[in-house]
DNA sequence: CCCAATCCTTAAACCGTTTTAGTAAAACGG
DNA sequence: CCGTTTTACTAAAACGGTTTAAGGATTGGG
């Protein structure tokens, strides 16, 4: 009742379990006669190799790694997730391997992390002084780092996201807008500081308000959620403070924003401008179509699989350079109803 | 400079690999005195249990597999998947387990289920006479089938597929809408035949068709994504028998006939009234908003998961009724502009 | 002082593969 | 006819854990 095993397919067939696993690994070494019956009966007997004793003697088991921070229903509430999956994917099927996703298990990346038979691992969104990067260095498992900080013992991924944001804040600026909002990215896990992509993405905010003299911004910190950008909304000052235009730096809380403030009467963009990030497909099909930064995430996530394959493979790799992200200007953003700038709506 | 075993760790700490193993595994078994000292000393060589060996040894991986019928890459263009995957993974990190994302390799999802160690597979619109299910049944691995057809040997997960339909196609007629297209999904594999899911909601489609008299519907088929979709307006008819009304199997291919047939000028709904299938998020915010057929996507991968967690606990489940679906009207519908029917814009 | 019970600890078997280091027989060259 | 290759196959040793069955102290009771 139990599973067909090498060893039945041996005996089966009257020859050792090295010539059957020849038969399967190194055909050429078997004779014609002899590699026709062993297969034979192993399709009658039905074997199937055990994936882990096989993993275990080859040292390889055919899957790499992903890393999440968070729990998987609310990483994957987030297409930025799904886009990069896509990139992976490919990379992925190409080279014959799987994906396995790897959250938190009872709390513990850490835990996660051990318990995951992988080949090398994809890490998403970690600060560079998480603990869980200390247990892989540990098992010195490959491993590539998206959205951290590049660091010397892991090639890491990143875009441009100062650069990114920069745009995004002069934009709304150069339409006049003075009092700006800032829907912060909340902490990958559990702890104090921010994610070194949220912190990237503020500094090139700020050295965009700054430049242009504007008053301080002010910043919420919200989940990367329609709801939580929603949320956002209503935490944000009323009356003379009120903010006319929102960076978000993620789309799904732009998009949050935008529905909230239109569902409190706001006109979008003509009473609140609203800029997302990530350019996820979506962000081109809301009403209004969402003004947001793009990055190019399929790329990130097929550069990142490419890297740790190379890794794999025994090559040393540098960090690349940190992609190009753009301003992808829709119908989100106008100069405000109230500035003195002519209203130059798209 | 290779990996830390359990043997070190015995050495290390005077003990048996026994003394080690029990350790992590079953410390009351160990003296206060000697746990503490294993403990401590695995902790300074870093140890770390081999994942594969461990599972071959306990015969179980902490894993389950999600079976996926086609390129990652296409998959994972429609949050349908995300949404699933969120109801998975609840329960996945409930019972600590990892989620495998198992699509064919070198085009063979049977290849790929054999490299995969898994403790149990949840496969998706996979049609009954796949081939993939006969190396499941041989394997003797649990598996839980979602979008499936009711099978004797697994349980399987399926929502109101036909109903839904209908109910989708009788709201097109009640508006007054005759002439009507149906955007058909694509095989699941590079089969003849439909996924059973297609096949299920055509049915319902045609149900309602019928019972109103109206004249046969014009069929498309196209691919899961916005583009597939665009493509699908523009092979539908022109001219007098235009269809006024369309009736997509998803969510994605909707949104892409709603855009592509505001690029060519029409007004949706006036001109042209867009049902879709799924009720994914993004089908809130599109402009217009989409009326769609609402079904339980994030449950229904909850529910997934849980039985096939039963199934590799050894107990026995039945496949539940199908879950419920609704049709959820939003603005992407109206009577057709040249019907006699009062316009009732929504 | 002996026997049994209790507590720790361990040697050895096992999980199911791949791989190394052969061996026996056949083929070959001179 | 005799080494030397080549061919076809195999026994045994990894791989790195868990688990079973048993062994050796230590303790307590009689």
Redesign the pocket.
């Known amino acids: 009742m139990?599973?067909?095993?090498?060893?039945d397919v041996?005996t089966a067939a009257?020859?050792?379990?090295?010539?059957?696993?020849?038969a399967?690994?190194?055909p050429e070494?078997?004779?014609?006669?002899?590699?026709e019956r062993v297969l034979g009966v192993a399709q009658d007997l039905g074997?199937?190799?055990?994936p882990?004793?096989?993993a275990?003697?080859?040292?390889r088991s055919g899957t790499i790694g992903v890393l999440i921070p968070q729990r998987l229903s609310t990483v994957f509430a987030n297409p930025f997730v799904s886009e990069l999956i896509q990139g992976l994917g490919e990379q992925c099927e190409e080279h014959d391997l799987t994906l396995l996703l790897v959250p938190p298990l009872d709390g513990s990346l850490e835990g996660a992390i051990r318990q995951a038979s992988v080949d090398g691992f994809i890490s998403l969104g970690l600060s560079p002084d998480d603990r869980a990067l200390e247990v892989l260095d540990r098992i010195g498992i490959p491993t590539v780092l998206v959205d951290s900080e590049s660091s010397p013992s892991h090639p890491s991924i990143n875009v441009d996201d100062e650069g990114g944001a920069e745009a995004a804040a002069r934009h709304l600026l150069e339409l006049g807008h003075r009092q700006l909002a800032i829907i912060v990215l909340p902490p990958a896990r559990a702890q104090v500081n921010n994610t070194p992509t949220a912190a990237r993405r503020l500094s090139g905010y700020q050295k965009a308000i700054r430049a242009a003299g504007a008053p301080e911004p002010y910043p919420v910190v919200a989940g990367i959620s329609v709801a939580a950008g929603a949320r956002a909304f209503e935490s944000l000052p009323r009356g003379k403070r009120r903010p006319t235009g929102v960076l978000a730096m993620s789309d799904m809380a732009a998009i949050g924003v935008m529905s909230a403030g239109q569902a409190a009467g706001l006109r979008v963009p003509e009473d609140l401008s609203v800029v997302g990030f990530d350019d996820v497909p979506a962000s081109a099909w809301t009403n209004p179509s969402l003004t947001t930064v793009r990055q190019p995430i399929i790329d990130k996530g097929r550069l990142a699989a490419r890297l740790l394959i190379q890794l794999m493979k025994g090559k040393t790799v540098e960090s690349p350079a940190p992609l190009h992200t753009s301003l992808v200007v829709r119908n989100s953003t106008s100069s405000p109803a109230d500035s003195d700038l002519p209203i130059r709506r798209r």
Chains 1, 2 share one sequence.
């Open positions: 139990s599973r067909v095993t090498i060893a041996a009257g020859v050792s379990k090295t010539a059957v696993s020849f399967f690994n190194n070494r078997l004779g014609q006669a002899t590699l074997y199937t190799p055990h882990a004793a096989r275990l003697s080859m040292r």
